[in-house]
C-alpha cells in the first residue's frame, strides 16, 4: 500500500508540535484518531516513528530520517502545484534548472539569462540540489538540465565539462600556510584541521577533496562536515580550520586569506548534466551559449585558473 500526501502531513504535524493532542488540534480531527492513523503508518512502514511514553514526544531514529523525507516530498508537492499554476497561466514551457550554489559564481546566470533571450518560448526555473540529487532528479523528470560538481557513472545521464578550476586555499589571518605569499600544494595540509561541504548526500565535493588530500598524502587532523559553501567559510573565519574551494568562490569572504594549490590535479569541474539521448534543442542552445560566453572572455574567468575543454 502506498503512502498517501495526508498521512505525511498528519506525521509531520505531530513531529512539529512534538504533541499528539495540539497536533490533533491543528488538523482539525480528534487526539485518539491521529494517533491510530499514526500508529496505522508505523505498521505500513514496519518501524517505529515515535518513542512511545517521552514527553514531549520524541523522534527515533527512523523519524527523523522519515521526517526530513515527508518534508522535501511535501516540498516537491508544492511545487508541481505552483508549476501547474503557471502553466496554466502562460504559454512558456518551464525549464527546471538543477544546480549546486558554487556554479552561480561562474557565468551560470548569464548563461541562463541569454537562454532566455535567445529562446523566448522558455521560462528558467532554478532548484538547488548537490551532484547527486541531480542525477535522480534527472532520472524522474525533476529537472531537464544539472549543473554539478562531480562526475558520476550513471549511464542514462549525458555529462559534459564545460571547465575545470583550480582549487584554491581559504585560510584565517594567522594560520601556519599563510606566511607565505605562494602557492600551496595540498601536501602541506598534512595536520591541518579541515572544513568540507555539503556534508550529504554522498559522494560530493566534500569526497572529491579528501580524496585529493589523500592522494598527495595529506591527512586532516580534524574534518568538519557543513552543508553548504557560506558555512564552510564562516568557519574557517571562526578559526575552526581550513577550507578548499573553487577559485571563483573566492570573493565570498574577504576576510579571509585564499592561496592557490599548485599541484595539477587539484581542480574541480563544472558539468552540465542531461538525460541520455534527450535530444531536446534547447541543450544545444546552453552549449552554444556558454561557448560564446566563455569566449568573451568574463574577468571571473580567469585563464590561470581554469581550462576550457572542448564541448
Known amino acids: 500500500m502506498s503512502i ?9 504535524a505531530v513531529a512539529e508540535t512534538r504533541n499528539f493532542t495540539r497536533a490533533a488540534e491543528r488538523l482539525h480531527m480528534t487526539q485518539p484518531s491521529l494517533s491510530k492513523q499514526i500508529q496505522q503508518l508505523e505498521e505500513q512502514l514496519g518501524a517505529q516513528l515515535f518513542q512511545r511514553g517521552s514527553r514531549p514526544v520524541r523522534l527515533t531514529e527512523a523519524g527523523r530520517r522519515f521526517h526530513e523525507d515527508a518534508l522535501a516530498v511535501l516540498d ?49 526555473r532554478w532548484l538547488e540540489m548537490t551532484s547527486v540529487e541531480q542525477q535522480d532528479a534527472l532520472r524522474r523528470g525533476m529537472i531537464d538540465v544539472g549543473f554539478g560538481r562531480i562526475i558520476t557513472g550513471d549511464a542514462s545521464v549525458t555529462r559534459v565539462i564545460l571547465r575545470e578550476e583550480q582549487l584554491f586555499l581559504a585560510m584565517p589571518l594567522g594560520h ?47 574534518v568538519h562536515e557543513v552543508k553548504e559553501l557560506q558555512t564552510a567559510l564562516a568557519l574557517v573565519n571562526a578559526g575552526s580550520g581550513v577550507c578548499l574551494i573553487p577559485a571563483t568562490a573566492r570573493h565570498l569572504q574577504p576576510a579571509l586569506l585564499y592561496r592557490a594549490t599548485l599541484d595539477t590535479d587539484a581542480t574541480s569541474p563544472i558539468v552540465m548534466n542531461y538525460r541520455s539521448r534527450d535530444e531536446d534543442p534547447i541543450i544545444d542552445v546552453i552549449k552554444q551559449v556558454t561557448r560564446e560566453l566563455f569566449a568573451e572572455g568574463p574577468g571571473w574567468l580567469e585563464p590561470a585558473y581554469n581550462r576550457i575543454p572542448d564541448f
Open 176 to 222: 601556519r600556510l599563510a606566511r607565505a605569499t605562494r602557492p600551496v600544494r595540498l601536501q602541506e595540509l598534512d595536520g591541518c584541521d579541515l572544513v568540507v561541504y555539503p556534508s550529504r548526500p554522498r559522494p560530493s565535493y566534500a569526497d572529491q577533496v579528501l580524496s585529493l588530500l589523500r592522494e598527495h598524502g595529506a591527512r586532516p587532523q580534524e
Open 76 to 124: 516537491r508537492v508544492e511545487q508541481m502545484e505552483v508549476t501547474a499554476r503557471r502553466l496554466s497561466l502562460s504559454s512558456k514551457r518551464i525549464f527546471n534548472v538543477g544546480f549546486v550554489a558554487s556554479a552561480l559564481y561562474g557565468g551560470l546566470p548569464t548563461v541562463m539569462r541569454r537562454l532566455m533571450e535567445r529562446r523566448g518560448d522558455v521560462d528558467v
Open 4 to 12: 498517501e500526501i495526508r498521512q505525511l502531513r498528519k506525521f509531520i
